[in-house]
């Protein structure tokens, strides 16, 4: 399903740098309160909009139709786990790089915004294309779109953060190679192939368990379950 929801998250504007893998993290369910009422969770206090939610799992389920793939309940309800694990991921560590220090300039979501396709008329940026799109499709207001897009580039840079944390030895590289194959004959052919992967699982496993403590320390409330139920 991982491999799945990364083929379309394009369509869904998320903007990353890698996508974390694995079972991560666990979020209990919740009772409504008045100031939950509007959202899919909350995380260290903030909410999740349903609504943003919704269009979204829209968007990966219409991607999914118009590819032919057949659509089913089982299918419907992991397209929403994953959608909502993503959220909830891109909160937490947008969080995580405001609290060191980490900025997002508006030039950089206005020209997020101005090269967005689906924002264009006649090959160019329209105002009102913008505008339709994002109430049609997100029930947003530009400064509410603007602001989740921020966010989103915020966790991203995040992300970036870590990878760039992340270093592999020569030594690492030569064992992460034998351990996949019988001698090293074309080893120097393939170095780089193998120290990208050996960096990626490195970076994998660095990202998991950093999600698994930013749970146990950030608040995580789900209200995935009774928004479904209608209640």
Not at 123 to 152: C, D, H, L, V
Not at 181 to 198: I, P, Q, S, T, V
Request: hydrophobic residues 40%; aromatic residues 12%.
């Amino acid at each position: 399903m991982i491999s799945f929801f990364s083929r379309y998250k394009r369509v869904i504007f998320t903007v990353v740098v890698v996508i974390f893998v694995g079972s991560i993290f666990f979020v209990s369910g919740q009772v409504f309160t008045d100031s939950s009422m509007d959202a899919v969770a909350e995380v260290g206090g903030a909410k999740i909009p349903y609504q943003r939610f919704l269009s979204q799992v829209n968007r990966v389920m219409s991607s999914v139709k118009d590819s032919g793939a057949e659509v089913n309940e089982v299918l419907s309800r992991s397209v929403k786990q994953e959608v909502f694990r993503e959220m909830v991921i891109e909160e937490l560590l947008s969080q995580q790089g405001a609290k060191l220090g980490m900025l997002v300039p508006d030039f950089e979501v206005a020209v997020e915004v101005q090269n967005t396709p689906q924002f264009h008329e006649g090959g160019a940026f329209s105002p009102r294309a913008y505008y339709q799109t994002i109430f049609n499709e997100f029930r947003m207001s530009p400064s509410e779109y603007e602001a989740w897009r921020k966010k989103s580039r915020l966790s991203a840079k995040f992300k970036q953060f870590i990878y760039t944390c992340v270093k592999v030895t020569p030594e690492e590289v030569k064992s992460y190679y034998l351990a996949r194959n019988k001698d090293l004959k074309n080893f120097e052919k393939e170095r780089g192939k193998y120290a990208a992967e050996l960096a990626q699982e490195k970076f994998a496993n660095v990202a998991n368990y950093l999600l698994r403590q930013l749970t146990v320390q950030q608040e995580v409330k789900s209200y995935l379950e009774l928004r479904e139920q209608g209640r």
